[in-house]
């Protein structure tokens, strides 16, 4: 018998989205799906689950309360450490689909994946799309371990591993996948702030930015931006967009929308052309998206938007101990209405490239050490703070390859939670890209002619895409 299974206080970004998590703000529907070139066994799944796990034990691991009281504790009254048993039958299910489409994803927002519970925030799908007769493997995850790129991260490991296994002689399904008894888990990784400097603010960041916050006044700061700031639009003239005001109800609807290899080929090379990158790109069509099609309906408005920063970029050499964690931060932007497509994508280009390089946004996360979080938290869980406009996670192209076994397709999505529209964007080994377009549920309740604006809105967008 091991020793005991060891455990560790959780960082400050985990007890971030602990608190989120435990107030009801939490986003649903986190997941990654891949489509291999030919479908898995669950002989072959089980034994190759069974070594990514005992390989990493960030994978056995939850977030357990100890006894206090979470405001008074700051999250700290929470532990990580490793569950008990991992049980194939227990993380692994089964799905059988007509085809793999936006209700697939609807299907998995509506599951919750809970911290303090005797489950690792993971679990496995299999899902059988009975039209094509494709195997679809879906990770869904808590976001309070994971991001996006440890969800890459854990499909690399994964067919990696089935390679290996897949050669050799298997006889029985492997059900027990973890047992905290018998397999030492090993030291857990760290959280990102203390294997990391990603998110220390120096110090002059910290008193600049707390005194803004604290020593001047909230409609001094709208002044300010409104009159005197050169980029920023006039939020007394165009007040933001706000469809749907904020609150902890945050269900969602989806749309998979899917550019070919071709209509990728003509974005990109439009890009270099304009010496931008693809996300400012795809964000200024959007921007002007919503502008187009919801203007009717609310009149002129600004909007704002947050571009999903991977903290990864700056540490090249530590590529294995920030496999998995939490390691990003958003660039935040507010967007004056009528610009044109050239104008909104420079204004984006110019702050993302800036945020990037000054990584202010990260300095900015990590001021979170110096709060109490769930008291920070507490304008969200009364409902009163405001929804930004839209949200770009791009996670790049994605190309998993191990022996005879390689990725030919792969689906990234996610619910909404501060923003009223999400997108997660993330490109396909053959050079497609597959755009999941999460938007808040009330936006259903908004048409105009029997149509909703929301439909007219993804319609545009996908044009704006290949207006080049």
């Not at 450490?81 to 927002?109: G, H």
């Not at 990234?412 to 396909?428: A, D, K, N």
Request: net charge positive; with cysteine.
């Amino acid at each position: 018998m091991s020793e005991l299974p060891v455990s560790r206080a959780p960082g400050f970004l985990e007890r971030y989205y602990i608190c989120r998590d435990t107030t009801g703000i939490m986003g649903r529907g986190f997941n990654m799906s891949v489509k291999l070139n030919e479908p898995v066994s669950d002989l072959i799944l089980s034994h190759a689950l069974r070594r990514v796990i005992i390989s990493c034990p960030y994978l056995t691991v939850n977030a357990f309360l100890t006894i206090s009281e979470d405001t008074l504790a700051d999250g700290k009254n929470y532990h990580i450490r490793p569950v008990k048993r991992l049980l194939f039958s227990k993380l692994v299910y089964r799905k059988t689909v007509r085809d793999f489409d936006a209700r697939v994803l609807e299907d998995l927002s509506r599951v919750r994946l809970p911290v303090n519970r005797g489950k690792p925030g993971w679990y496995l799908t299999r899902i059988s799309v009975e039209s094509s007769g494709d195997q679809y493997l879906t990770f869904a995850c808590n976001h309070v371990m994971f991001d996006g790129r440890s969800a890459v991260n854990f499909f690399d490991d994964l067919v990696k591993t089935i390679d290996i296994v897949s050669g050799y002689t298997l006889s029985d399904v492997a059900e027990v996948l973890f047992d905290s008894e018998v397999d030492s888990p090993g030291k857990l990784r760290d959280s990102s702030e203390n294997v990391t400097n990603l998110y220390d603010s120096p110090l002059w960041f910290k008193l600049s930015t707390l005194a803004s916050q604290m020593l001047i006044p909230s409609f001094v700061l709208k002044l300010f931006s409104s009159y005197v700031w050169p980029s920023s639009p006039n939020f007394y003239q165009h007040p933001p967009f706000n469809l749907v005001p904020f609150n902890g109800l945050n269900e969602a609807n989806f749309r998979i929308v899917h550019f070919s290899r071709e209509e990728v080929s003509l974005i990109l090379t439009h890009c270099k052309q304009e010496r931008t990158t693809l996300t400012p790109m795809m964000a200024a069509r959007l921007y002007l998206a919503i502008g187009t099609s919801f203007t009717a309906h609310l009149g002129t408005f600004s909007q704002s938007c947050e571009l999903i920063i991977c903290g990864r970029r700056y540490f090249p050499k530590e590529k294995q101990i920030t496999r998995y964690g939490l390691f990003f931060s958003a660039f935040t932007s507010y967007i004056a209405p009528g610009l044109s497509t050239k104008d909104a994508t420079e204004v984006l280009k110019k702050g993302l490239s800036q945020a990037m390089k000054n990584r202010h946004s990260f300095y900015k996360t990590g001021l979170l050490q110096l709060l109490n979080i769930w008291n920070y938290m507490k304008p969200y869980a009364e409902d009163k703070a405001e929804r930004q406009t839209f949200e770009i996670s791009n996670l790049g192209r994605v190309d998993i390859s191990a022996g005879k076994w390689h990725v030919t397709d792969v689906v990234f999505s996610q619910g909404v939670t501060f923003s009223h529209i999400t997108l997660s964007v993330i490109s396909t080994p053959k050079g497609g890209m597959n755009v999941v377009i999460s938007y808040h549920e009330d936006f259903s309740k908004v048409s105009e002619g029997g149509i909703l604006m929301v439909d007219r809105c993804i319609e545009k967008f996908r044009e704006n895409m290949l207006d080049v």
